[in-house]
């Protein structure tokens, strides 16, 4: 403004005061609008790998000084999984042809499987609120592409993630006394893991504040507890019985004849959840979102598959799951991330169309 009004018009075209007027609005006009765009907002010259190797370096160097974070998220991991095997210790070593240790066994597996899926999620849903507004005026800014930013997270949460599960798994493996293949009930639960952490994705992404993530985080996990459908068997029942579906408390006298069953065999077994078919038709289609329900029976078929009793035998036949279908099983756990992924992607890209 000093130089305007102590310069005449002459003197400032002479010296290319209007040019660089002219200069700087085309620059601006080039700039686009939050409000007017939202499909593609950036607009950068560096390459994709480039990019994702700067968001990748960040984000590492933001794991490795965030060490409260990450301490407690491997304190907490390390102290629910040592609680369970202490608690469950030597469950996989007692005979399964007893009612109560078959209950026992699988009790323990199923404890350790929803630990995996509450602790993978729990820390993503709560941090990813915090680096929303910083992605939201980078992305504004054209600082870089939301597809760089997503795959530099991923980078990053794959890893992480499996270390996680590892620690769970060398903790309670041997405490419990697992059957199962070490490797495959590890990269079972890793499934889990990124599924669970990329619905909780879904969840920061749409949600601003960390409190309001924190109060959906149980409406959204809990009923997989439900849609899972896992339940205990008793090992023998009259054939009289449904025989796809056994009921867990058919000890009575009428089901059950006391010549020919031992009373060991003769126990109680709770139900753990419910059954899918007891579910109402209209709400079935929610257990194909539940990655709990799949990793879960994977993990039934990699511990208790090989076993020969025939209430091992029930306790598959009972949860409907099939030893030749774990492929299928793996496919859809992938589907499931690859989707929720790609969702969180949408509704992230959406909330920067307006203005933080």
Known sequence: MFVVQTNTPKELRSKGFFDRQKSDSAATSKVQSVEEGGENLYSGKASMPA?????????????????????????ITIFLNLLFGLIFQGAGDEDDSVADNLNT?????????????????????????????????????????????????????????????????????????????????????????????????????????????????????????LFAGYRCANPRVLPSLNARHPPCSSSSP???????????????????????????VWLRWAQYLCALKYTMNILVVIEFGDCEHEGCENLLESNDV???????????????FS??????????????KTVY
């Open 51 to 75: 990019q994702i190797r700067w968001l990748l370096e960040r984000e590492i160097r933001h794991v490795a000084r965030d060490t409260g974070s990450l301490a407690a998220r491997f304190g």
């Open 105 to 225: 066994h699988f009790g323990a597996l199923t404890m350790v499987t929803i630990s995996s899926m509450f602790g993978s999620a729990q820390p993503t849903a709560i941090e990813f609120p915090f680096q929303r507004p910083v992605f939201l005026r980078e992305y504004s800014a054209g600082s870089y592409s939301s597809f760089a930013y997503f795959i530099s997270k991923l980078a990053m949460e794959l890893p992480l993630g499996l270390l996680q599960m590892l620690v769970s798994w060398v903790v309670v493996y041997w405490l419990i006394a697992f059957d199962g293949n070490f490797l495959y009930m590890l990269l079972a639960s890793w499934m889990l893991s990124i599924c669970s952490a990329s619905v909780a994705v879904v969840l920061g992404c749409a949600v601003a504040d960390v409190k309001t993530v924190s109060e959906f985080l149980a409406p959204i996990f809990v009923p997989q507890l």
């Open 254 to 280: 009428e089901n059950l004849h006391p010549s020919t069953h031992p009373p060991t065999l003769n126990a109680l077994n709770p139900r753990f959840f419910i059954r899918t078919e007891q579910i109402p």
């Open 322 to 336: 099939d030893e030749d279908h774990v492929w299928i099983y793996v496919l859809v756990l992938l589907a499931l």
């Open 339 to 352: 989707f929720f992924r790609l969702f969180a992607l949408w509704v992230l890209v959406g909330k920067a």
